[in-house]
């Protein structure tokens, strides 16, 4: 492809190592194309960090998915802070938030 395309890559950020690795190989599809990291929010492990341990052992699992998230967040930051076109959605709302950001970027001339 010869002319400028939006390249989307639609994503679920499982761990860090999967994070950086997709940091170290983006830069390769961006030349002369625009490329798009879309995640995917886990909204199981977003509800289990957001509850309220009844136990030991829950406390210690929702301590694991709050770190898990706070790296996800810190990595995806981290893309961004290095100029990659990061957006973070949930499932149910993804259709909207991918047409709406095509519509920033069209609007910004960057295709």
């Given at each position: 492809q010869r002319k400028r395309a939006l390249v989307i890559l639609l994503t679920?950020?499982?761990d860090e190592?999967?994070?950086r690795s997709l940091g170290r190989y983006a830069p390769s599809l961006t030349s002369p194309h625009l490329l798009l990291l879309v995640f995917l929010s886990d909204v199981a492990l977003a509800?289990?960090?957001?509850?309220?341990?009844?136990?030991?052992?829950e406390a210690f699992q929702v301590a694991a998915a709050?770190?898990?998230?706070?790296a996800q967040r810190r990595r995806v930051r981290e893309l961004r802070d290095a100029g990659a076109l990061v957006?973070?959605?949930?499932?149910?709302?993804?259709?909207?938030?991918?047409?709406?950001?095509?519509l920033e970027l069209k609007a910004g001339h960057l295709l």
């Open positions: 679920h950020a499982l190592h999967h994070l509800e289990l960090a957001s509850r309220v341990p009844g136990s030991e052992v709050a770190e898990m998230l706070n957006l973070d959605a949930s499932p149910a709302e993804i259709s909207s938030v991918l047409v709406n950001e095509y």
